[in-house]
C-alpha cells in the first residue's frame, strides 16, 4: 500500500510534459488523466482536482495502457490492483454470508469490472469555493478507497457531513449503487463527498470492483420481502444514465426503482 501511494505521488509530482499524453476529455479512454468531474463541459463549478483512471482486469490488455513514468508504476500498480481485488472478494465473501447468500454469490461477472480510479488534490487557495469531488455515491459494487494520511473525505448521516479522518494502511470500504439495489436496500451505498484544504496536497486511489457492462443486475429474489424496489436492467444502462447525475442520487436511484 505505501509502495503504491509513493508511486501515485510521483506521478502527479512528475512535470507536465511526462503526463499530457495521457490527459484526454474522452471519458471512453481506456487510461485518463483529467481534471475536475467527467462532467467537466456541463458542469457549473469546476472542481479541485487531477484525476488518473485506468481498467485493471484483464491485466495483460490494460496494462499496456497504463503510464510508463513513473517507471517502477506498471510493477508495482499491478502487484496493487492483483491484491485489492482479493481483499474486494473476501470482502464480497463476507457480505455474502451476511445476507445469507452463497459465498461465491458476486464472484464472476458481477465483480468482473476492476478500475482504478488516483486523486490528487493539490493545496486550494480557498477552500470555501469549490470542492475536490461532489457529493455522490459510487456507482458499482464495492468500493475499496485507500485515502493516504491527508484528510477530507465526508461521509452525509443524518443530516450532516462527516469527516472519514485517515487510518494509516487502512481501506475505507463503501459500498456501491449496485449493492443497494441487488442487496434490495439492506445494504445502503453513502453519500460522500471530498473537501479541499489550503496547506497540503492529498492524494487518493479507489479500486471500484463493478459488474461487467452486459451483466443484468436486480434485487436477489431471496432478499425480496414484498415487492422488489428495483427493475432489472443492463449494467451499462445505469451508468449512462449515472455520469450526467451523478450529484443527485434520488435521481440516479429512481430510474432504476421498480414500478411497482
Ligand atoms: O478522494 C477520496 O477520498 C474519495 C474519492 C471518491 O469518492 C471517488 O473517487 O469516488
Ligand atoms: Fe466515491
Not at 507536465?16 to 457549473?44: F, G, I, Q
Not at 468500493?143 to 485517515?166: A, C, K, M, R
Not at 441487488?182 to 473537501?195: F, G, P
Request: hydrophobic letters at 35%.
Amino acid at each position: 500500500m505505501n509502495e503504491s501511494m509513493d508511486v501515485f505521488k510521483e506521478f502527479f509530482e512528475m512535470p507536465w510534459e511526462d503526463k499530457a499524453m495521457l490527459y484526454s476529455e474522452d471519458p471512453k479512454n481506456s487510461c485518463r488523466l483529467s481534471t475536475s468531474s467527467v462532467n467537466y463541459a456541463r458542469e457549473k463549478i469546476h472542481h479541485w482536482r487531477d484525476n488518473l483512471r485506468h481498467p485493471c482486469h484483464p491485466l495483460q490488455d490494460c496494462i499496456k495502457h497504463w503510464p510508463q513514468k513513473p517507471v517502477r508504476y506498471r510493477e508495482v500498480v499491478a502487484t496493487y490492483t492483483i491484491e485489492a481485488k482479493k481483499l474486494g472478494l473476501r470482502i464480497l465473501e463476507l457480505v455474502s454470508e451476511g445476507l445469507g447468500l452463497e459465498s461465491r454469490y458476486f464472484g464472476d461477472k458481477l465483480s468482473e469490472s476492476e478500475i482504478l480510479s488516483i486523486n490528487h488534490y493539490p493545496p486550494c487557495p480557498d477552500p470555501s469555493l469549490t470542492l475536490g469531488v461532489a457529493k455522490h455515491c459510487d456507482p458499482n459494487l464495492l468500493t475499496l478507497l485507500h485515502q493516504g494520511d491527508v484528510s477530507g473525505l465526508q461521509v452525509f448521516n443524518n443530516g450532516e457531513w462527516i469527516g472519514v479522518e485517515p487510518l494509516h494502511n487502512a481501506f475505507v470500504v463503501n459500498i456501491g449503487n449496485q449493492l443497494q439495489i441487488i442487496s434490495n436496500n439492506k445494504l445502503k451505498s453513502v453519500e460522500h463527498r471530498v473537501v479541499t484544504n489550503s496547506r497540503v496536497a492529498r492524494t487518493s486511489a479507489g479500486f471500484f470492483i463493478g459488474p461487467s457492462e452486459d451483466s443484468i443486475i436486480e434485487p436477489e429474489k431471496s432478499l425480496v420481502d414484498d415487492a422488489p424496489f428495483y427493475r432489472a436492467f443492463e449494467f451499462k444502462d445505469f451508468l449512462l444514465h449515472y455520469f450526467p447525475n451523478l450529484e443527485d442520487n434520488e435521481v440516479v436511484m429512481g430510474h432504476f426503482k421498480s414500478q411497482a
